[in-house]
C-alpha cells in the first residue's frame, strides 16, 4: 500500500495549489481519502475527506468554499485543490488513506509554499 | 468541535524506562481514537486506533487505554527509536476530526 503525492509547490497570495495523491496496492474505491495539513513547527490540522468510493465529501468548517476535493477511478488518484491562498497556508499538506475515521496509511506529503 | 488536550507537552525519559502519555477529550468520543508517531521530515504513522487496538506491526511495547474522555498511550521500555512526537486524533464527532497539540518524547 503506497500514497504517493505530487511535488513542492510554490505560489503568490491569492493564488490556487492542487496536490494529487496517487494510491496503489490496494482497492482505491475501497477507503476514503483525508487530508491533513502542517505548518511549519506546529500540529496536524484535517481539512476534510472525500469517499473514493461515490465522491462524496466532507470538509472542515474552517476551509469551506476555498477547498475542493475530488477523486479520478481510472488513475486511482485523489486530489485537493485550495484557493485563494494566503501566507498562513503555507504548509506541508498530506493524505491518508481513511476507512473509518483513522489514517492507516500516509503520503510523503507536499510542501506548499505561498509567498510574493 | 472537540478539543484533544495532551500531555505532557514534553516528556524527558532514560532509554528502558517507560513513557504514558495522556489525551483528553473536551467531551465523550467513546473509544473513536487513534494515536500516531510523527519523526522530523516524516509523515505521520498510525500506532493505536479505536482507543487500544495496534496498528499492523507495531511493537508490543506501544499500547492503548481509555474511553469517554480519557485516553493514555503507553510504551513500556522506550527504544532509541521511540525518540518522537505523539499525536491523538479523535473520530467520534465530524466535521472536523482533530487532533491533540502532540507530546514530545526526549532523551533525558
New interface residues.
Given amino acids: 500500500v503506497q500514497l504517493v503525492q505530487s511535488g513542492a509547490e510554490v505560489k503568490k497570495p491569492g493564488a490556487s495549489v492542487k496536490v494529487s495523491c496517487k494510491a496503489s496496492g490496494y482497492t482505491f474505491t475501497s477507503y476514503g481519502f483525508s487530508w491533513v495539513r502542517q505548518a511549519p513547527g506546529e500540529g496536524l490540522e484535517w481539512m476534510g475527506w472525500i469517499s473514493a468510493y461515490n465522491g462524496t465529501t466532507i470538509y472542515a468548517q474552517k476551509f469551506q468554499g476555498r477547498v475542493t476535493m475530488t477523486r479520478d477511478t481510472s488513475t486511482d488518484t485523489a486530489y485537493m485543490e485550495l484557493r485563494s491562498l494566503r501566507s498562513d497556508d503555507t504548509a506541508m499538506y498530506y493524505c491518508a488513506r481513511d476507512r473509518s475515521g483513522w489514517s492507516s496509511t500516509w503520503g510523503q506529503g507536499t510542501l506548499v509554499t505561498v509567498s510574493s | 468541535e472537540i478539543v484533544l488536550t495532551q500531555s505532557p507537552a514534553t516528556l524527558s525519559v532514560s532509554p528502558g524506562e517507560r513513557a504514558t502519555l495522556s489525551c483528553r477529550a473536551s467531551q465523550s468520543i467513546n473509544r ?1 481514537l ?1 494515536w ?1 508517531q ?1 519523526k522530523p521530515g516524516q ?4 500506532l493505536i ?2 482507543a487500544s487496538t495496534r ?1 499492523t506491526g507495531l511493537p508490543a511495547r506501544f499500547s492503548g487505554s481509555g474511553s469517554g474522555t480519557e485516553f493514555t498511550l503507553t510504551i513500556s521500555s522506550l527504544q532509541s527509536e521511540d525518540f518522537s512526537v505523539y ?1 491523538c ?1 479523535q ?2 464527532n ?9 507530546s514530545k518524547v526526549e532523551i533525558k
Avoid: M, S
Avoid at chain 2, 465530524?94 to 502532540?102: I, N, R
Fill in positions: 473513536n487513534a500516531y510523527q509523515a505521520p504513522r498510525l486506533y479505536d496498528a499525536y486524533q473520530y467520534n465530524w466535521p472536523p476530526w482533530t487532533f491533540g497539540q502532540g
